[in-house]
C-alpha cells in the first residue's frame, strides 16, 4: 500500500484541483507525491473516468482500468453499444483518440475499460474459449488488467 485515505462519510473541501469530482480529487490526492514521474496506474470504475484519465496523462501517469459506460465523458458510441446490449460474446467496439482509447468487450457480461498505455488492437494470438471450444479474443488491455 501507498498511501490513504479514510472515508468518513463527509468529504472535506481540499479539493487538489477546482472542476474534478470527489473521487477524482481523492486519487489525486492519493498520487500527489508521485505525480510527474511516469507511473503506471491501474483503476477500477468507481474511481475512473475520461476527464480522471486526461488529468493524470497531463502528469506523466498512465492509466488502465474498468469504466462504467455510462459516465461522463465516454463517447457516445460506446455509451450506446453498451446500453442497447447489440454485441455478440468475443466482439469489442471501440473509440481511440490521441490521448486513450475506451473499448467494450462483449464477455458473458459486456467489459468497459479505458487506457493510455494500450492500442485498441486484440492480439491474434490471445485466445480465450468458450464452454464448447470456440475461440474468443481477449483484448490485450484486459488480460493486462487481470493480470
Not at 486484440?122 to 464452454?131: E, G, L
Request: aromatic fraction near 8%; charged fraction near 20%.
Amino acid at each position: 500500500m501507498y498511501d490513504h485515505h479514510i472515508y468518513t462519510g463527509e468529504e472535506q473541501q481540499n479539493a487538489i484541483l477546482v472542476g474534478l469530482s470527489i473521487t477524482e480529487n481523492i486519487v489525486l490526492s492519493l498520487m500527489r507525491s508521485i505525480l510527474d514521474v511516469g507511473y503506471k496506474l491501474w483503476m477500477d470504475n468507481y474511481y475512473n473516468s475520461p476527464s480522471l484519465t486526461q488529468r493524470l496523462l497531463d502528469f506523466k501517469m498512465h492509466v488502465c482500468g474498468t469504466l462504467r459506460s455510462n459516465r461522463k465523458g465516454v463517447p457516445k458510441m460506446v455509451q450506446k453499444t453498451t446500453a442497447n446490449k447489440k454485441l455478440k460474446r468475443g466482439q469489442l467496439v471501440f473509440y481511440s483518440n490521441d490521448k486513450f482509447m475506451v473499448g467494450t468487450w462483449q464477455n458473458k457480461k459486456p467489459i468497459t475499460m479505458i487506457s493510455t498505455m494500450h492500442a485498441d488492437t486484440v492480439p491474434a494470438n490471445t485466445c480465450k474459449t468458450t464452454h464448447d471450444g470456440q475461440p474468443i479474443a481477449k483484448p490485450q488491455y484486459i488480460q493486462d488488467y487481470n493480470r
